[in-house]
T-cell receptor, first 116, second 118 residues
Framework: AQKVTQAQTEISVVEKEDVTLDCVYETRDTTYYLFWYKQPPSGELVFLIR????DEQNEISGRYSWNFQKSTSSFNFTITASQVVDSAVYFCALSEGWDSNYQLIWGAGTKLIIKP | GAGVSQTPSNKVTEKGKYVELRCDPI?????LYWYRQSLGQGPEFLIYFQGTGAADDSGLPNDRFFAVRPEGSVSTLKIQRTERGDSAVYLCASSSGGDGTRAGSTQYFGPGTRLLVL
């Protein structure tokens, strides 16, 4: 069965430190998509990145980077030089297959606290 | 352009009452989703629309929950005989995918409706 695990419930770091949020997924499909969303205290889910199962290239966007490794079924997210505004709950999610079922399967989220 | 909008932002009701939650997707998005999020948890899938039809309603918890999207744009989630356990944030998302060839289209979320059943 499909599953997304974010083992870190809460992480607290001091501003400017680097921090990595872990995501491990389970799926039997060979075609799938992985996502990261940010949920700040305001509550709205903000899309960060989408990665398909055929593209294992790492991606960097400013201070954000993502490491996708199919061999370990992981899709980890690193924030470099963290800032207080990065404080939020971060969710990893999985969407399987090419057919009509597009529902996202979500991890439980990691609460990230960046202290000034 | 405008994002996904949801109304009301907050709804307080009494146990046993009927409620309707509205979602207005991003213009042009054919796919629409409803999720429910309880405190401290990830969202839980409820139902997915492709156009006017419900393509997947496997997440609806029971027959008190029902959703419609009559014109393929705005959707309404309806909850009958509300129970305290229905209290949660109800999230709506839309995406441009859903034609069978664009799986994994990114879902963009609205701000949610916070439902409290007393």
């Amino acid at each position: 069965a499909q599953k997304v695990t974010q083992a870190q419930t809460e992480i607290s770091v001091v501003e400017k430190e680097d921090v990595t949020l872990d995501c491990v997924y389970e799926t039997r499909d060979t075609t799938y998509y992985l996502f990261w969303y940010k949920q700040p205290p305001s509550g709205e889910l903000v899309f960060l990145i989408r990665r398909n199962s055929f593209d294992e290239q790492n991606e960097i966007s400013g201070r954000y980077s993502w490491n996708f490794q199919k061999s370990t079924s992981s899709f980890n997210f690193t924030i470099t030089a963290s800032q207080v505004v990065d404080s939020a709950v971060y969710f990893c999610a999985l969407s399987e297959g090419w057919d009509s079922n597009y529902q996202l399967i979500w991890g439980a989220g990691t609460k990230l606290i960046i202290k000034p | 352009g405008a994002g996904v909008s949801q109304t009301p932002s907050n709804k307080v009701t009494e146990k046993g009452k009927y409620v309707e939650l509205r979602c207005d997707p991003i213009s042009g998005h054919t796919a629409l989703y409803w999720y429910r999020q309880s405190l401290g948890q990830g969202p839980e899938f409820l139902i997915y629309f492709q156009g006017t039809g419900a393509a997947d309603d496997s997440g609806l918890p029971n027959d008190r929950f029902f959703a419609v999207r009559p014109e393929g744009s705005v959707s309404t989630l309806k909850i009958q005989r509300t129970e305290r356990g229905d209290s949660a944030v109800y999230l709506c998302a839309s995406s441009s995918g859903g034609d069978g060839t664009r799986a994994g289209s990114t879902q963009y979320f609205g701000p949610g409706t916070r439902l409290l059943v007393l």
